[in-house]
Nanobody
Framework: QVQLVESGGALVQAGGSLRLSCVASGSIFFINTMGWYRQPPGKERELVAQILGSATITYADSVKGRFTISRDNGKKTVYLQMNSLRPEDTAVYYC?????????WGQGTQVTVAS
């Protein structure tokens, strides 16, 4: 089993920054992808950013140029640096890890951006 624990969510003013962290633990031997999704109030969960393998990075168009995903393989941690936050970034942010054909989710961390 794999466990994912997110942290870093908070209430922040528009234009501010936050850094989310997700630590993975358990039976980790081959990571296909690791990244972040979010679920705004009343909407479906959507991809924010992910790292495929060790180098290929994908961002949602809505966060390009504002968010940066990075990974520390030694610490089995993935980060999401979020700058220039907007009210529409308000959501529960979930860490996601795919290992072979298994997909794992964290419990989520709330990010609220006040206008």
């Amino acid at each position: 089993q794999v466990q994912l624990v997110e942290s870093g969510g908070a209430l922040v003013q528009a234009g501010g920054s936050l850094r989310l962290s997700c630590v993975a633990s358990g039976s980790i031997f081959f990571i296909n992808t690791m990244g972040w999704y979010r679920q705004p109030p009343g909407k479906e969960r959507e991809l924010v950013a992910q790292i495929l393998g060790s180098a290929t990075i994908t961002y949602a168009d809505s966060v390009k140029g504002r968010f940066t995903i990075s990974r520390d393989n030694g610490k089995k941690t993935v980060y999401l640096q979020m700058n220039s936050l907007r009210p529409e970034d308000t959501a529960v942010y979930y860490c996601n890890l795919q290992q072979l054909d298994q997909i794992y989710w964290g419990q989520g961390t709330q990010v609220t951006v006040a206008s």
